[in-house]
Each structure stands twice: as C-alpha cells, then as structure tokens.
C-alpha cells in the first residue's frame, strides 16, 4: 500500500509540476502582448496628438477667414 501512495504521490507532483511550467508559459506569452500592445498605444497616441494639432491648426485658420474670403455654399 505505501508504494501505492508513492506512486499517486509522484503523480500529483508532476501534474503539478505541468501545471506550473503551462502558467509560466502563458504568463510570459501574455507579458509579451501587453508589451506590444503598450507600444502600439504608445504610437497610436503619437498619431492622434498629431491629427489633433492639424485639427486645432485648420479650424483657427478657418476662424481667421473673413467673409470675403468664404466661398459660397453651392460651391
């Protein structure tokens, strides 16, 4: 009988042991997503300031235009 206890003792141990080495791998192919997701956040910022300032650019030169300036609305 303790042979027997042995031997599901061993293998509890390596189930948990596979479960461990399994998290560890889907911790770090997770880590590596976040990584390169914070990067393309990081660019994605990059582009929307840039779209912002070209925004905020063309509606103060629309603002600056006179009326003689605007063209008509059937143009």
Same mark, same amino acid.
């Given at each position: 009988m303790p042979q027997?206890?042995?031997v599901m003792?061993?293998?509890?141990?390596?189930?948990?042991?596979s479960k461990?080495?399994?998290l560890?791998?889907?911790i770090? /192919?997770?880590? !590596?997503?976040v990584f390169r997701q914070h990067k393309e956040i990081q660019v994605l910022e990059v582009q929307l300031n840039a779209?912002? /300032?070209?925004? !905020?650019?063309a509606r103060s030169d629309e603002a600056?235009?006179?009326a003689e300036q605007e063209?008509?609305?059937?143009?």
């Open positions: 027997d206890l042995d003792h061993n293998e509890s141990l390596e189930e948990l042991q461990i080495a399994y560890e791998q889907a770090a /192919e997770l880590s !590596d997503v779209v912002r /300032e070209r925004l !905020d650019s600056a235009r006179t063209r008509p609305p059937h143009y």
